[in-house]
């Protein structure tokens, strides 16, 4: 299953339809939005006018000044060269494209977060000043650390303390010293995320 979902985050492409699919009706300026990728949680706010705000890895802004390109929608090739130079870019979208075809949860951060959200107004205008290029660290900066700070005033992002940062079967199989070609890949795969968090 989980390689099926990796191969599915590579090659993927996306199908546009004509209008959308979303009810824009059910947002409101300032709502955090989520939206479930392959292996993460995507996250932005929504500004009205069927724009949201979000923070995503993409590497062609580094490469190329060409804003006409820079400005469709992020492929998951550019979205994993991103990652990998940890640059990213807090941009406008509209919600369909922000969603990439998966289903949206609105506010439900709300429920998690035991700060009090901000203002709707004060929310879109915290995350329209922060549009622009950013650096990206998978533990340290990503979109949820982004759409937290522009709702409730803090920069956390709870999928990364529970994927990376609270210990897991993964440590405790290092540090018994199990041998096996699984270990190897965990092995490889920690030192990633340890290179990734720097």
């Known amino acids: 299953m989980f390689l099926y979902q990796l191969l599915n985050f590579f090659f993927v492409a996306s199908k546009k339809e004509g209008g959308t699919k979303y009810d824009l009706s059910l947002y409101k300026r300032g709502d955090l939005l ?29 490469i190329s000044k060409n804003k006409s390109a820079i400005a469709k929608m992020v492929t998951n090739n550019r979205l994993l060269l991103g990652v990998i130079a940890k640059v990213a870019s807090v941009r406008v979208d509209s919600v369909e494209d922000f ?71 993964t440590r405790t199989m290092l540090y018994l010293g199990c041998g096996t070609p699984l270990t190897l890949l965990l ?12």
């Not at 939206?35 to 580094?62: C, E, K, Q, S």
């Not at 879109?124 to 998978?138: H, I, M, N, P, W």
């Open 34 to 62: 989520e939206v479930p990728r392959t292996l993460f949680t995507h996250f932005g706010i929504y500004l009205g006018d069927n724009r949201v705000a979000h923070l995503i890895p993409d590497i062609l802004p580094l």
């Open 99 to 169: 969603a990439y075809g998966s289903e949206i949860l609105v506010n439900h951060m709300d429920k998690v977060c035991s700060q009090p959200p901000l203002d709707g107004d004060e929310v879109a205008q915290r995350a329209e000043k922060l549009l622009g290029s950013v650096s990206y660290s998978l533990l340290w900066y990503n979109c949820e650390h982004y759409v937290m700070y522009c709702r409730y005033g803090m920069a956390i992002s709870y999928q990364t303390y529970q994927s990376f940062l609270r210990p897991t079967l």
């Open 187 to 198: 092995t490889l795969l920690i030192s990633f995320t340890i290179w990734m968090a720097a």
